[in-house]
């Protein structure tokens, strides 16, 4: 899965999700390994893609949610993930190392053989993260994860995977991860107004404005080791942001940083800030090609309380990513 390219507004309005009200909650036995994951989401999506080609893909969604009970975050992980992302040394996971947690749950429903699009070449396109409270190492968390809303995008198919993360009964955390499947056609069953699509890069068509880079407050430097790094604190290992020779492997000059390696680090950037209860959002636009620099602007949003987030690529002005931070 890669992250950014095209702008989640380029959706048509999400139509109703027929099994919406009929998921069943199946428990897993553990946080399922994205290697093993990863594996069965390619060798499903040739399958996949040749049904869409023929018209005959699917506009159902799995009728099933995932649960994972006692779910505890690993203190060496954690550690290593507070130093790469700049959070400071505590016993409180941050929200990015939740999702850590709760990401693989997510993708297992992604490669189930009944989940309409293929997991090669998604492309991760926004977060919305409702945090009211930091969960805490030690502490068991329950894991549960559905798809809903699957529409149509005027690039493809778009879904979004939402992952909530409770404990004693309790919602701490939930996040809507928006993914488009890039040139998937759902029936017509699924159509709506099509709006244009949010460019990538310096720009964005469709009459939309040009992004003009505001004034920066910092800059990241990200080695071109950037996508090992965060496999080694997160367990995804995906080939994309892996290597030159493996990223070359899925269509890219070079790797490409995870977007959730980004969208942390500037929650990171935010700081105490945010508080321990928050809303988090991110958008992604044109991937980080690795090694790079990343300008970047942190400050308080004026408009919509809280803070707002940008990054970009200093040289050409190409947009990255953009997002807010608001506490509760």
């Not at 909650?25 to 869409?52: F, I, Q």
């Not at 880079?213 to 990200?222: A, R």
Request: aromatic share 6%; hydrophobic share 40%; proline share 8%.
């Amino acid at each position: 899965m890669t992250s950014g390219v095209d702008g989640a507004d380029g959706a048509d309005v999400p139509a109703p999700d027929d099994p919406a009200t009929l998921r069943t909650d199946v428990e897993l036995p553990g946080v399922p390994g994205l290697g093993g994951l990863y594996a069965r989401g390619v060798a499903a999506s040739a399958r996949l893609a040749a049904l869409s080609r023929l018209g005959r893909a699917s506009d159902r969604l799995p009728g099933v949610a995932y649960v994972v009970r006692g779910v505890r975050a690993d203190p060496d992980r954690l550690t290593a993930y507070q130093h790469l992302l700049g959070e400071p040394a505590s016993d409180a996971l941050p929200a990015g190392y939740v999702h850590v947690l709760a990401f693989p749950v997510a993708t297992a429903l992604m490669v189930r053989d009944d989940f309409p699009l293929p997991l090669a070449g998604m492309v991760h396109l926004a977060n919305r993260v409702q945090q009211h409270r930091a969960p805490v190492l030690g502490e068991p968390l329950d894991v549960r994860a559905h798809a809903q809303d699957l529409r149509r995008h005027r690039s493809g198919a778009q879904v979004d995977l939402v992952t909530e993360v409770r404990s004693g009964g309790d919602v701490v955390w939930r996040g809507v991860s928006t993914y488009l499947a890039k040139g998937v056609r759902l029936p017509a069953g699924r159509s709506g107004a099509e709006t244009p699509d949010a460019g990538s890069g310096g720009g964005r068509r469709g009459g939309r404005p040009e992004f003009v880079p505001p004034v920066p407050t910092g800059q990241w430097s990200l080695g071109a080791d950037a996508g090992r790094r965060y496999a080694a604190v997160s367990g995804d290992r995906n080939p994309i942001h892996l290597s030159r020779v493996t990223a070359r492997a899925m269509g890219f000059p070079r790797a490409i940083a995870h977007g959730m390696l980004t969208a942390s680090r500037a929650l990171a950037d935010v700081g105490r800030a945010r508080g321990d209860a928050f809303a988090w959002t991110v958008e992604f636009a044109k991937p980080v090609l690795l090694p790079a620099r990343v300008t970047v602007r942190v400050a308080p949003d004026l408009a919509g309380g809280g803070y707002a987030y940008t990054g970009w690529d200093g040289r050409c002005g190409a947009l990255h990513l953009h997002g807010t931070v608001v506490p509760r």
